[in-house]
């Protein structure tokens, strides 16, 4: 298959039970819900679990990397030449403390943002020029305590919320691969909060 056909997108997280269903790991959960529609399965293959899907002709590969979030660089660069995935066809999914819970913001590159898993990406493709969505996770924590908070679960109201969340994180992913970063950017950056009030998904700021 052409390889201008084949797309790679990356849920990052930590593996391990004691780190399933964190803040960390909603990377994980989007890529779950996404080989879940598309009734695929995760396999462990090197440097992570790696599930297939079609979309519209297009091939999307999933990969949630096994090398733990400081180390995803290694899965992402290995993945990405193993596929031959062009740099404008990687989509990473991350959490963001900057963003209020449930938010999405889509973006064609940019800085890591104080995030581990991002800054090992950047480190081991040499560039930050690949797309990112992030899933904004909140920031109510007391100085000082931001590890506990991003390892830690989610409340009880973004759990009620979270499977109209990670639904539209999944259709933004799709709008990337079909429509462009472009197109997904002008349709699904938005504060969660605020385009609920005004009865929208659209707009926002960067």
Not at 75 to 98: C, F, G, T
Not at 104 to 119: A, T, V
Not at 152 to 162: S, V
Not at 184 to 196: G, I, L, Q
Request: some cysteine; charged content about 20%; overall charge positive.
């Amino acid at each position: 298959m052409d390889k201008n056909m084949n797309y790679l997108v990356v849920g990052l997280g930590n593996i391990g039970t004691e780190y399933a269903g964190t803040r960390h790991n909603i990377g994980f959960r989007v890529l779950d819900a996404l080989a879940g529609a598309s009734n695929t399965a995760f396999e462990d293959k090197r440097y992570g679990f790696v599930a297939q899907m079609r979309l519209k002709g297009h091939t999307i590969y999933l990969l949630k990397p096994s090398t733990y979030m400081n180390l995803s660089g290694n899965a992402v660069r290995y993945w990405v030449n193993q596929k031959k995935i062009d740099l404008e066809r990687l989509l990473i999914v991350s959490d963001d403390l900057a963003l209020p819970f449930g938010s999405l913001r889509m973006k064609p590159s940019g800085s890591e943002g104080g995030h581990n898993g991002l800054k090992s990406i950047t480190q081991c493709l040499g560039t930050n020029q690949y797309a990112r969505l992030r899933f904004g996770i909140g920031n109510d924590f007391a100085k000082g305590r931001q590890v506990d908070f991003v390892l830690g679960k989610f409340d009880a109201q973004e759990l009620a919320d979270m499977d109209e969340r990670v639904q539209q994180a999944c259709e933004a992913v799709k709008a990337f691969v079909l429509s462009g970063v472009q197109f997904a950017m002008n349709h699904y950056n938005a504060s969660w909060r605020s385009a609920k009030s005004m009865g929208t998904e659209s707009g926002g700021k960067n």
